[in-house]
T-cell receptor, first 112, second 113 residues
Framework: ETGVTQSPTHLIKTRGQQVTLRCSSQ?????VSWYQQALGQGPQFIFQ???????GRGNFPPRFSGLQFPNYSSELNVNALELDDSALYLC???????????FGQGTRLTVV | GNSVTQMEGPVTLSEEAFLTINCTYT??????LFWYVQYPGEGLQLLLK?????DKGSNKGFEATYRKETTSFHLEKGSVQVSDSAVYFC????????????FGKGTKLSVIP
């Protein structure tokens, strides 16, 4: 067990709705990254947060946004959901200067 | 560009067979390289890593060597078990200061008794 926890584990949303996914990072880790994994594909980097600021972003539109809190936990928000947003969303935590990231179990989002 | 290419699956092997999953990368500089494993219904687990050329990462009988000259990081195991059935992802780390992993598409391995 890595110590990275995500909630909820599964959820179903309707197209056009908004969703918030949550991640608690492993103790001592100050960096959180979010990835989207479509079915049968490798994870795609969405963005990363370090000390409550966005520190790198992948090729995702602005309707994907995030937050990091003082305790280093994080949220991923997606507005105006589209069917193609259906995927497994993975959170990974790491500490600055360390090459190893620890992944949570993911949140399976289904948009109908 | 910066990308990771791994052999397409699925791969089906008999127990105790030899496993190779090929992975090549493109990058500027010398990225850190990783193999992650994903069991059904679960997140990713780090299997092994190598941070510089000629390093060999190893774990649970799996090995991969960072080959700068061929920009490769092939995963090998001498004798697979049914419990090794999973999806394997090769990944590279994009530069210092930003922990952005670039993943291959994954290779599904099924090991049959």
């Amino acid at each position: 067990e890595t110590g990275v926890t995500q909630s909820p584990t599964h959820l179903i949303k309707t197209r056009g709705q908004q969703v918030t996914l949550r991640c608690s990072s492993q103790s001592g880790h100050n960096t959180v990254s979010w990835y989207q994994q479509a079915l049968g594909q490798g994870p795609q980097f969405i963005f990363q947060y370090y000390r409550e600021e966005e520190n790198g972003r992948g090729n995702f539109p602005p309707r994907f946004s995030g937050l990091q809190f003082p305790n280093y936990s994080s949220e991923l928000n997606v507005n105006a959901l589209e069917l193609d947003d259906s995927a497994l969303y993975l959170c990974a935590s790491s500490s600055r200067g360390n090459t190893e990231a620890f992944f949570g179990q993911g949140t399976r989002l289904t948009v109908v | 560009g910066n990308s990771v290419t791994q052999m397409e699956g699925p791969v089906t092997l008999s127990e105790e067979a030899f496993l190779t999953i090929n992975c090549t990368y493109t990058a500027t500089g010398y990225p850190s390289l990783f193999w992650y494993v994903q069991y059904p219904g679960e997140g990713l687990q780090l299997l092994l890593k190598a941070t510089k050329a000629d390093d060999k990462g190893s774990n649970k009988g799996f090995e991969a060597t960072y080959r700068k000259e061929t920009t490769s990081f092939h995963l090998e195991k001498g004798s697979v078990q049914v419990s090794d059935s999973a999806v394997y992802f090769c990944a590279r780390l994009l530069g210092a200061g930003s922990y952005q992993l670039t993943f291959g598409k994954g290779t599904k391995l099924s090991v049959i008794p």
